[in-house]
């Protein structure tokens, strides 16, 4: 079975512009979770999503939005974007958001 | 809130070497507990789990054990191989439906 998958693999944008990352969760999850690594760090929590509604939103500005569809793909956009948007965005699957959660590659944004 | 603090690295060890990596949390009620690792321009892969006290993980020969008393979930191997160089990072399933990560131990293996 196929993993999580994640698309572009990276993107180079400037300062202002905006974004959209895409997911596609693994065959049978309902969950997919959002999250920012920026170097040297651990991922920090952006948005989880449960069956097309937000379940649960980190610490992140407005400007960070997403949206599941109905076959439990997800995108995260980001407008306005600024430098220290640049990061490895991950993307996790899992089957009620209550379980351990399986990583797509990311995508790696960065912002110049 | 929910928190995890792990060993800053980064750790170097030889081949066949004994690894420790240290890992507590701070947590309202019972939360999973994870290890993830992270290979070279890769994503997170699920190392071990364990979801209750006194449950202990284990893969690939690492194992940690859920412990209450001292809010700790340390890895440990008991020989590591050049392969297992990587970042590793200590998680916890918050009650907030996120997962909250440490700050990743880099581990580098030389032969």
């Known amino acids: 079975d196929a993993g999580v998958t994640q698309s572009p693999t990276h993107l180079i944008k400037t300062r202002g512009q905006h974004v959209t990352l895409r997911c596609s969760p693994i065959?049978?999850?309902?969950?997919v979770s959002w999250y920012q690594q920026v170097l040297g760090q651990g991922p920090q929590f952006i948005f989880q999503?449960?069956?097309?509604?937000?379940?649960g939103r980190g610490n992140f500005p407005d400007r960070f939005s997403a949206r599941q569809f109905p076959n439990y793909s997800s995108e995260l956009n980001v407008n306005a974007l600024l430098l220290g948007d640049s990061a490895l965005y991950l993307c996790?699957?899992?089957?009620?958001?209550?379980?351990?959660?399986?990583f797509g590659p990311g995508t790696r944004l960065t912002v110049l | 809130g929910d928190s995890v603090t792990q060993m800053e690295g980064p750790v170097t060890l030889s081949e066949e070497a004994f690894l420790t990596i240290n890992c507590t949390y701070t947590?309202?009620?019972?939360?999973?507990l994870f290890w993830y690792v992270q290979y070279p321009g890769e994503g997170l892969q699920l190392l071990l789990k364990?979801?209750?006290?006194?449950d202990k993980g284990s893969n690939k020969g690492f194992e940690a054990t859920y412990r209450k008393e001292t809010t700790s979930f340390h890895l440990e191997k008991g020989s590591v191989q050049v392969s297992d160089s990587a970042v590793y990072f200590c998680a916890l399933g918050s009650r907030n439906n996120d997962m909250r990560f440490g700050a990743g131990t880099r581990l580098t293996v030389k032969p």
């Open positions: 065959s049978g999850h309902k969950s």
């Open positions: 999503y449960y069956e097309k509604e937000e379940r």
């Open positions: 947590a309202t009620g019972y939360p999973s």
């Open positions: 996790a699957s899992s089957l009620s958001g209550y379980n351990e959660q399986f």
């Open positions: 364990a979801t209750k006290a006194d």
